[in-house]
């Protein structure tokens, strides 16, 4: 991984870069980050600047050998811990899986992880005692390549006290080593690991960045753009996520929760909330945000003559019939309410409450005949 391939954060990688040519690089660093930050692009990166044999002023070449090993993590000189789930287990079994996860993200969480090793996601993550064992005994070894040996540790949070040999290497780092802590919850990290690590905050990515990427990446339309950034909320796990799980339908899940409503059917609406519950907050939010999509065509198609609805063709007959039924004082009011539950639900608002609650009040709205 080259500096080029983490996006945005340019001053930090200028940081890093001026650390590794003035030969002041800390022997103990945590990137410290939101999830979907460039934290861990970053660390590989810089492990890559630090070994490339052809490195630029701006970055490593990304072709010589010690640059196409540490790109598919396997140089002998690099070591990862993560967390695995079982006590006995230690990362290098599931280096296989590690490279494939690598291969396809930088900003998976400890979630995905677990999902790429485990058949039962309720095992706890867990950075274990023999994990511990095994690094102390990479890195007592003479490097095998170049000078230097590095130890990249995913998610430190798992760490426990019985980790204390290693946290001590971490304290006393051996010549020409070092370690790069990749975390997300500061208040998770022991003490030890705070004090002893030189910090440097990953910020999350600004709505701006976050519609930059996407569109190099997916090349989607602006308003898209426009609703996936307000929804990731500088999260790119989310912000990918969204993109390439985003096919599902929702124009008749949308037309099913509406007339449940106007039908004042609340058994219906109330196995919708479940329906869309089990999709995940994400996947709410996109349907809500859908929901806003038609209300603002049913509002343009009320209140201006002879206006063109701008909807898929099969939604545009179910945008007149919705329009009949509301009137504009009303539209806007559950147009705003949608708006404030996807505001809720950002700031960790339980769903399934949130999405019953909008129901009630949507139903009062209608005008039946
Ligand atoms: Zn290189």
């Known amino acids: 991984m080259q500096f080029a391939q983490v996006y945005g954060l ?6 890093l870069i001026r650390n590794v040519q003035n030969n002041r690089l800390p022997h103990a660093q945590l990137f410290l980050g939101n999830e979907g930050t460039g934290k861990l692009g970053l ?3 810089l492990t890559q600047y630090i070994y490339c044999t052809q490195r630029t002023p701006t970055d490593s070449c990304g072709e010589c050998s010690s640059c196409r090993k540490i790109s598919t ?3 002998p000189d690099v070591h990862f811990t993560f967390p695995v789930a079982a006590s006995k287990e ?11 996860i690598n291969a396809s993200s930088m900003y998976f969480n400890v979630t995905d992880w677990m999902g790429t090793i485990l058949k039962d996601e309720n095992k706890t993550p867990n950075i274990t005692r023999e994990e511990t064992r095994s690094i102390l005994s990479r890195l007592s070894l003479k490097p095998y390549e170049g000078e230097a040996k590095t130890l990249i540790i995913w998610m430190p949070e798992y760490l426990k006290k019985e980790s204390n040999a290693l946290l001590k290497l971490i304290e006393e780092p051996p010549q020409k080593t070092y370690f790069i802590l990749v975390a ?4 998770q990290l022991l ?3 705070t004090s002893r690590t030189q910090l440097t905050k990953i910020p999350s990515y600004s709505n701006d960045e976050t519609k930059a990427f996407l569109d190099q990446k997916y090349g989607l339309e602006k308003s898209h753009l426009e609703q996936l950034a307000r929804l990731a909320d500088g999260n790119f796990r989310v912000a990918t996520q969204l993109v390439e799980n985003n096919s ?7 037309r099913d929760w509406m007339l449940a409503c106007y039908r004042n059917d609340l058994k219906s609406v109330s196995d919708l909330s479940d329906k869309l519950h089990a999709m995940g907050k994400n996947q709410i939010q996109l349907f809500l945000s859908h929901g806003i999509g038609i209300l603002r065509e049913c509002m343009m198609h009320q209140t201006i003559d002879n206006y063109t609805i701008n909807a898929e063709s099969s939604q545009v007959d ?3 019939k919705l329009s009949s039924t509301l009137n504009a004082f009303f539209i806007e009011k559950i147009y705003t309410q949608m708006n404030e539950v996807i505001y809720h639900l950002q700031r960790n608002a339980n769903p399934k409450i949130a999405l019953f609650n909008l129901s009630i009040n949507i139903r009062y709205h209608f005008i039946r005949k």
């Open 10 to 15: 340019q001053k930090i990688k200028e940081q």
């Open 43 to 45: 660390a590989i990166a």
């Open 73 to 75: 993590h396997s140089h």
């Open 90 to 100: 230690i990362s290098t079994q599931y280096i296989e899986n590690w490279r494939e």
């Open 184 to 187: 997300e919850q500061s208040q």
């Open 191 to 193: 003490p030890t690991i």
């Open 248 to 254: 599902i339908d929702y124009g008749p899940l949308f």
């Open 318 to 320: 179910f945008i007149q």
